[in-house]
């Protein structure tokens, strides 16, 4: 099935710098890429999501891109805020009738005053 | 629109005892999904359902787990008997189609 691992773990920025998560996929037949956001003692949130037969998506200060051929895709956060501090997943599926999502790990983004 | 409702929110029980979790997911979404957030662990999937029908269970750590759609409005996951490495946050998910899957707000479940 789909394994998805992402990087860093933990990751510290200084508010107003930018953000780089990124998540690596093994199943090249996937085709539909969610990142979701949780806050502490909530539930996971999708904050951006992109399809395979799309390069890059933007919303505001959040992009998503994705890398087929080396079967990775990343969210850049711009101009980070302290509200941006959460943990973020990122998740795959194949679609296809089948809307299973395998989710990563999680990174822990923790936005510095 | 109202999003994923689940009940109850918190539910502290002792070991042995039969737990109940109930989900009713967002109206005209065609999948359900059942997850356990952990620390350890991470976000597992459970089970989900398409039309009311399970399509894979194999996330079910064991037979002491088990879930049911009876309509497309309702569904519920059941522990019977709960052990205290039961305890975790368990998240119901609705999805259409290949669309986004959106979270209910989670019950967290402590067995003692």
């Known amino acids: 099935g789909e394994n998805v691992e992402q990087h860093p773990s933990t990751l510290s920025v200084q508010e107003g710098d930018s953000a780089v998560i990124k998540c690596t996929y093994s199943?090249?037949?996937?085709?539909?890429f969610p990142w979701y956001k949780q806050e502490l003692g909530k539930r996971p949130q999708l904050i951006i999501d992109?399809?395979?037969?799309?390069g890059e998506k933007k919303d505001q200060r959040i992009a998503v891109t994705l890398n087929k051929t080396a079967k990775h895709f990343s969210l850049h956060i711009t101009e980070t805020q302290p509200e941006d501090s959460a943990v973020y997943f990122c998740?795959?599926?194949?679609?296809?009738?089948?809307?299973?999502?395998?989710f990563g790990k999680g990174n822990q983004v923790v936005v510095i005053p | 629109d109202a999003g994923v409702i689940q009940s109850p929110r918190h539910e502290v029980t002792e070991m042995g005892q039969e737990v109940t979790l109930r989900c009713k997911p967002i109206?005209?979404?065609?999948?359900l999904f059942w997850y356990r957030q952990t620390m350890m662990r991470g976000l597992e999937l459970l089970i989900y359902f398409n039309n009311n029908v399970p399509i894979d269970d194999s996330g079910m750590p064991e037979d002491r787990f088990s879930a049911k759609m009876p309509n497309a409005s309702f569904s519920t996951l059941k522990i019977q008997p709960s052990e205290p490495r039961d305890s975790a946050v368990y998240f119901c998910?609705?999805?259409?189609?290949?669309?986004?899957?959106?979270f209910g707000p989670g019950t967290r479940l402590t067995v003692l």
């Open positions: 109206s005209g979404h065609d999948y």
């Open positions: 199943d090249s037949a996937s085709n539909y």
């Open positions: 998910a609705s999805g259409r189609g290949t669309d986004t899957q959106y």
């Open positions: 992109i399809r395979s037969n799309v």
């Open positions: 998740a795959a599926s194949t679609g296809g009738g089948n809307n299973r999502l395998a």
